[in-house]
């Protein structure tokens, strides 16, 4: 397996670093905000300073591992304390913003010497994404609660314009590692990945920032024509209604006028004026019953939209809050593992003094004498033999076949009865034969050895 990684990843890394260091900028604002002239300027180069500060820490974190041998710590730092003082005497020397500002890029400087030694995606934490989300939206209300005090107005957009650059970066991140963490969870090698896989994410992905950011900036044309959109609706919705009154009307019968006047009734305080005498309305209880009757009608199927609308917030919200476990290693990269189960382990207490890995293989070979002849104790037999070749300095890998681990006994035991064991074990094993008593008693003989060994 190739360990070439695509250009993508390797351009997100120096991205990442880029886009976690803007959680810079608001720290910068608001100390320029306290000064009573906030300047969006002024504090764009505060965030240059911290992303020069920030990439010169990696950088030199790069030539520290592939140059210096014993002196890396010094040289580290001597430039974070260089570039504090640079950034204090640039900015003017003074208490504020001076030395905020310069702890800010020493702090960035750090940043960027760790940031570094990171995987592509460390951008993509939860730790990052709380650090940038609260200092720009703490920042801002901060801002916003102190106008009065600091007598200046501060400009969100730049907050604003900043957290985009942020998510955008972010998101590109996540969506190529969840790539690699689901080929991995897979079991698949990545040269089976295809080719154009990663450059369709990212389009999907710059699709989606595309029409967000189309929002954000025309949004004022955008709402007149949704606020043109509901009117329409609007008028549409009473041509109905007065459609269905017109109908209602035409059921309504006049009646005829009596000789004698009749007493006029109490005028309701319930309804306006000029509405006492209308006649009956059949349009709310006609309304009423048909809305009943659907909901009677469809009400399985109404049920079950509400019962996966639910499962689909609740799946959201687990998936939004679950912890990202490591993934599995792929079976290609381990190497086929013989999985022999334990069958003479019993549930028990855990003990109060914890044997020697020794003592514990000795311990599971007089289980092993215990035993009855069968295929039980030749499979538990395999396992005690691969453990104790461990135990014994030999350090067989997992992938080893009985094959494999016979040569490796012949270097440890030469005369032991190692071949007919392991002749046994995989009639066994792998043939789906009966087990022999030969075998048995020859792998009794390979462990006795092995014992004498240990």
Not at 58 to 73: N, P
Not at 357 to 377: D, N
Not at 415 to 431: D, I, K, M
């Amino acid at each position: 397996m190739s360990s070439h990684k695509p250009l993508l990843l390797r351009v997100l890394k120096p991205l990442g670093l880029f886009a976690a260091l803007l959680a810079a900028y608001p720290l910068c604002y608001f100390l320029f905000f306290l000064t009573g002239a906030p300047s969006v300027p002024f504090s764009l180069l505060g965030l240059a300073a911290a992303e020069l500060c920030g990439f010169a820490g990696a950088g030199l974190r790069r030539w520290v591992e592939k140059r210096a041998r014993g002196r890396g710590g010094f040289w580290l730092l001597a430039a974070g304390l260089l570039a504090m003082a640079a950034v204090f005497l640039f900015s003017g020397g003074r208490l504020l913003p001076s030395l905020p500002l310069a702890l800010l890029c020493g702090a960035a400087f750090l940043f960027g010497d760790r940031f570094i030694l990171q995987p592509y995606d460390a951008v993509a934490s939860r730790p990052v994404l709380a650090a940038v989300l609260t200092a720009n939206l703490g920042c801002a209300a901060l801002e916003l609660a102190l106008e009065e005090v600091v007598g200046a107005s501060a400009s969100f957009f730049s907050h604003a314009a900043i957290l985009f650059l942020f998510l955008a970066v972010y998101e590109v991140s996540k969506n190529q590692s969840q790539i690699d963490y689901m080929m991995a969870r897979r079991g698949h090698r990545m040269d089976q990945l295809p080719a154009k896989i990663r450059r369709y994410n990212l389009l999907l992905v710059c699709l989606v920032l595309a029409v967000i950011l189309a929002c954000f900036l025309f949004y004022r044309p955008l709402g007149s024509l949704l606020a043109m959109a509901g009117e329409l609706l609007r008028q549409l919705l009473m041509l109905l209604i007065r459609f269905f009154l017109f109908l209602a009307s035409l059921f309504q019968t006049e009646e005829e006028p009596l000789e004698e006047a009749a007493p006029e009734a109490p005028s309701s305080p319930m309804l306006p004026p000029g509405e006492e005498n209308a006649g009956f309305d059949w349009l709310t209880p006609l309304a009423l019953l048909a809305l009943a009757g659907l909901l009677v009608w469809k009400r399985r199927q109404i049920a079950a939209a509400f019962r996966a609308a639910f499962r689909r917030l609740a799946g959201f919200l687990r998936r939004l809050l679950a912890v990202r476990r490591p993934p599995a290693a792929a079976e290609e990269a381990e190497g086929y593992h013989d999985q022999v189960e334990d069958l003479a382990r019993e549930e028990r207490a855990a003990p109060l003094f914890r044997f020697s890995a020794v003592r514990a293989w000795k311990k599971g070979w007089r289980s092993f004498r215990k035993m009855a002849e069968g295929e039980e104790k030749l499979r538990f037999g395999y396992a005690l033999l691969a453990k104790g070749l461990a135990l014994s300095g030999e350090e067989p890998l997992p992938s080893d076949t009985p094959a494999q681990l016979l040569a490796r006994l012949r270097q440890r035991l030469p005369q032991a009865p190692a071949a007919a064991a392991l002749e046994g074990y995989e009639q066994v094993r792998y043939g789906d034969l009966p087990a022999s008593p030969a075998g048995g008693q020859a792998m009794e003989a390979l462990l006795a050895a092995l014992a004498r060994l240990l």
